[in-house]
């Protein structure tokens, strides 16, 4: 009689189970507040309660109150029924409460982020009387009573912890080299020995920002006192900067993610300034620093038609970029100077500075014969002393001969006939007719290109900035394509992460020092499509979770590439 209930029940159970696999349970939150009712010199403690680690909360603000906190306190409790053990886990939240005026106040809710979903709190409110004779501060009374109950009553605790972006000088001159150090600063040892993982990249509009991480020599502990308290603190970035404008120039901090046995602690500092000033009022961007240039030639004798190559190696702790098309304004009869190759690369630490190498190579193109002298060049720029200097190129002299007196050494390469392209006589067309073709026809064609290239960069902000984004966006895809390629997943998040923020900084005219949630704002403002918006957040949280957490999913790192790849083309 009862077999058919029963079976009924049963069923019921299991697609409530299959219901909570797939569908896990919302956080169980609770909040309180202990006393409803203070003077106003008083403390009242809010506690918010969840089932599992909330990744943010953010607290109302009021000109009636402040709020303090959070201090985060957790705890465990095991149970035993009939055998089944079951564990709990409960982390609480902690604020004080400290009113501004009397009556009845209104807090209102506050924003819990989990698993991103976002939940808010029920607002509540909080009397505040008169304070009796009795409850004010008295001499020898703790007035931090209520912090250091909290302290003590919330075992164990997190350390405190937080980072810094701290530039060795407030101002200086425009192009000179600036050290920025990103430090970590805690109240114990210990939470300095974790792993630290940048999610989000340092930005900055005006300066020329280096990485310079990776040749660290010397990232120990020390020791500082900050407001009578002893902290110990440690380098996790240092960068080397140039400001390229002048004016109070705005660096927003990286992001980073400190892994720790208590947990993955989020930390964030605040933007800096840093004021850069003009050297003298009639020079504009200037190489500020140490400098050695040497010249080189690759032979004194050429023929025409053939290339001498010319290389610059370049040393020095300044921003060797300035210097990297050094001949771009010299021209010589009979000559064609083609576009540097120019690469640049860190060399050593070199009295507290970074010492950089700088190679640039010059092609240049004999178009008639004769006796050619490429004239000197001196580079005027500061030393540190801000000094003015002068680094000389010295001048060098070539021969170029005919074809039929060229020396026995010199060989030509002879291409292939082609079908189509013969003289009148059917002959196929010689090497020296190519390369007048070439010098004559197309090398002019692209360098009128190039000319209006150059003017638009120049006049035309709009173009500027989407041939800047284009750029930076291919230079970040190569790095993502080849750590994916090396299976170098966490540096794969963080470049496409990097790809991502100046691209859309660049693209849409935004400042580089805004937040996530404000770029999100001013995209929204400039009609953004809401779908796409939804892909770009989607895209940065994955980046930001995977880059700390170690996922080797080839396949969600797959989709993540594909995502960005097409929100690239809606942007």
């Not at 919302?26 to 909330?54: H, Y």
């Not at 004080?96 to 991103?116: E, H």
């Amino acid at each position: 009689m009862h077999t058919l209930p029963k079976i009924i029940r049963l069923a019921v159970i299991f697609i409530f189970l299959i219901l909570n696999i797939g569908f896990p349970a919302p956080p169980k939150i609770q909040i309180s507040v202990d006393p409803k009712e203070i003077g106003v010199n008083e403390q009242s403690k809010i506690t918010i309660t969840i089932d599992r680690k909330a990744d943010d909360i953010a607290a109302p603000k009021s000109n009636a109150y402040g709020l303090k906190g959070p201090m985060v306190s957790t705890s465990f409790s095991v149970n035993n029924i009939n055998g089944l053990i079951t564990q709990t886990v409960s982390i609480g939240y902690t604020f004080v409460f400290v009113p501004k005026t009397k009556g009845t106040i209104k807090v209102g809710a506050f924003s819990i982020l989990i698993d991103g979903e976002t939940y808010k709190t029920k607002p509540f409110e909080i009397r505040v009387v008169q304070a009796s004779a009795q409850s004010g501060p008295v001499s020898g009374k703790n007035p931090f009573e209520i912090l250091d109950q909290i302290y003590k009553n919330n075992k164990p605790k997190i350390p405190e912890v937080f980072l810094k972006l701290i530039p060795a000088k407030n101002g200086v001159f425009q192009g000179q080299p600036l050290i920025l150090d990103a430090i970590v600063f805690s109240s114990t040892k210990e939470i300095l020995d974790g792993q630290y993982v940048e999610t989000a990249p340092i930005r900055a509009d005006k300066l020329l920002i280096i990485d310079l991480t990776s040749y660290l020599s010397n990232n120990d502990f020390f020791g500082v006192t900050i407001g009578g308290e002893q902290y110990y603190g440690k380098i996790i970035k240092r960068y080397i900067a140039y400001p390229i404008e002048t004016g109070t120039l705005g660096i927003m901090p990286p992001q980073i993610v400190a892994i720790t046995s208590y947990g993955h602690l989020r930390l964030t500092a605040e933007n800096i300034g840093v004021d850069s000033f003009k050297i003298s009022d009639d020079a504009g961007l200037s190489y500020i620093g140490d400098l050695d240039v040497r010249l080189s030639v690759s032979t004194n004798v050429i023929a025409v038609g053939k290339m001498l190559e010319v290389t610059l190696r370049m040393e020095g702790n300044g921003n060797l970029k300035l210097l990297a098309n050094t001949y771009k304004n010299l021209t010589v009869p009979g000559l064609f100077i083609s576009t540097p190759q120019t690469t640049t690369g860190f060399k050593e630490w070199r009295n507290g500075l970074p010492w950089f190498v700088q190679t640039v190579k010059y092609n240049i193109l004999a178009q008639k014969p004769g006796e050619f002298n490429v004239p000197g060049l001196k580079l005027s720029y500061y030393n540190l002393d801000l000094m003015p200097k002068k680094a000389e190129l010295p001048e060098f002299r070539f021969s170029v001969l005919e074809r039929a007196g060229g020396s026995a050494e010199i060989r030509y390469f002879a291409p292939k006939p082609l079908d189509g392209l013969t003289d009148r006589n059917g002959s196929p067309l010689s090497p020296f007719v190519w390369a007048v073709i070439i010098i004559f026809g197309i090398l002019p064609v692209l360098s009128r290109f190039y000319g209006l290239h150059m003017r638009k960069m120049s006049s035309d902000t709009g173009y500027s900035r989407r041939f800047l984004a284009n750029s930076r966006l291919s230079k970040y895809l190569t790095d993502s394509r080849e750590n994916l390629k090396n299976r170098r997943y966490k540096e794969f998040y963080l470049a496409l992460q990097k790809g991502l923020f100046y691209y859309i900084t660049d693209k849409r005219g935004l400042p580089a020092g805004l937040k996530f949630s404000e770029i999100l704002d001013a995209l929204k403002m400039k009609d953004l499509p809401e779908d796409t918006l939804t892909d770009l957040k989607e895209i940065y949280d994955a980046c930001s979770r995977n880059a700390y957490s170690g996922t080797t999913d080839e396949k969600s790192v797959d989709e993540v590439l594909e995502m960005a790849m097409r929100l690239f083309g809606k942007i």
